[in-house]
């Protein structure tokens, strides 16, 4: 950057020439469904045998602090949150 013109330098910052992502190859989409209706289908099947054993209340607040700790966590690490930079548009 250091030996360009204005001119350059203005054309290499346009926004319509930003590496976007579109370009990024994610993989095969029939695979991500395949794995995520296999883990949602084992996390039904857990979550049922986990909620068959509880027996008493302090089982069951174990099992709600769990929820409410994961919960958070999502929450503290997702990328919609403020401050996270998912809305940062680079050059504009």
């Not at 709600?64 to 929450?75: E, K, L, P, Q």
Request: hydrophobic content about 45%.
């Amino acid at each position: 950057m250091a030996n360009t013109d204005i001119t350059q330098r203005s054309q290499y910052e346009r926004s319509d020439l930003l590496a976007g992502g579109e370009g990024i190859r994610r993989g095969s989409e029939k695979g991500s469904a395949i794995y995520t209706v296999i883990a949602l289908i084992i996390g039904i099947a857990l979550c049922v045998a986990a909620l068959s054993t509880i027996e008493s209340w302090a089982q069951w607040l174990v099992l709600g602090v769990i929820v409410v700790t994961t919960v958070a966590i999502m929450a503290a690490i997702g990328p919609n949150r403020k401050g996270s930079g998912s809305r940062f548009k680079i050059g504009r």
